[in-house]
């Protein structure tokens, strides 16, 4: 593989693949991205100006997309896609960026992909499987069928389904991948870990949406970077293969864990309003990925990748305080 293109490359997850990609392959990396609120620029900082490039444009313009597709070689080169909107909450405040930027981006991108017959990778979720139980045994595999709950992952269920018709219609050279909860350094503050981290940081209590049993099945991100890599490498076109590093913890659990660490009382919590449609539970059984392409989580202890999550917020407080009063205000307004 000799030029990657990377679509999302400067948010939470994309750019921790640059990373992972620069450091263990040969490959270029031109990054494609809108710049959105959730990008950060810092985040790309120090990789060699030789090996990666960053282009600001949006997914779902196709006079963005097809220069930077053309230019890649179908006999060596990718395209992997994870940029999108990728907030629950803010899905429900306002959708229409979700559909334009998760289905119709992943619609113009495989549309590049099957005019060019260049590899595409489509980086998805675990949340188009919807909710299981709390005391379900079963966890989601490949085989678990659709049930999106929010306007987030129905947009990224659709964005799946494009893929699949693209493969069988057309023979795009397609793989999917669908990831657990990650966690880790540059998420942004209003996903769940680092909102609480910084609350706490501030001197304020954790907030938990509802009764806190809500269970997520937590990867590092570096473990999904790894993962996709090992996909993109070796997986068999065609295929969905399901990310998840046996992570299982209720989001009352992590807010403990989090106050544990800062020796604050485990029992300082504001719980607050519900997230409309909450899904109870998400669970990943990753056997296909780990038999088949021998890939296997670096991060398995919890609780050490959170304190590292955490000494990484107390050492970068340049970088999220400025999103953070506005972010604050916006949970704020619908009380939570
Ligand atoms: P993020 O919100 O941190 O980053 C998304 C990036 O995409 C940002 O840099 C943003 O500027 C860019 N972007 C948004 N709209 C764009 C557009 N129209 N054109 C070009 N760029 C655009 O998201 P993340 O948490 O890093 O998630 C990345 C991918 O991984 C998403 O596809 C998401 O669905 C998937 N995923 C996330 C998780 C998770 O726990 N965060 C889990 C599984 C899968
Ligand atoms: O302040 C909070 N309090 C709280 O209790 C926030 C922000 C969240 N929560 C709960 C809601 C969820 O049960 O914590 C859990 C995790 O919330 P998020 O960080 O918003 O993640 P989630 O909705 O589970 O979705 C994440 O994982 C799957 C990513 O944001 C998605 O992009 C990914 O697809």
Redesign the pocket.
Known sequence: MTRILVTGGAGFIGSNFVHHVIAHTDAQVTVLDKMTYAATRESLAGLPESRVQLVVGDVADAAAVDPLVDRLDPATDAIVHYA?E????NSLSDPAPFIQTNVVGTFTLLEAARRTDVRFHHVS???VYGDLDLDDPKRFTEDTPYQPSSP??AS?AGSDHLVRAWVRSFGVRATISN????YGPWQHV????P??ITEVIEGRRP????D?L?V?DWIHTTDHSSAVLAILERGRIGETYLIGADGERS?LAVVRAILRHFGRPEDEIEF?TD?AG??RR?AIESGKLRAELGWAPRFEHFEAGLADTIAWYQANADWWRPAKAATEAA?QAKG?
């Open positions: 999108a990728s907030h629950n909450d979720t675990d949340e987030y992952s990224k990831c657990s909860n990650n209003e996903k769940f870990i909102r609480q907030r938990v949406y509802g806190g809500n997520r989001n607050v997230r909450h899904d998400y949970y939570q």
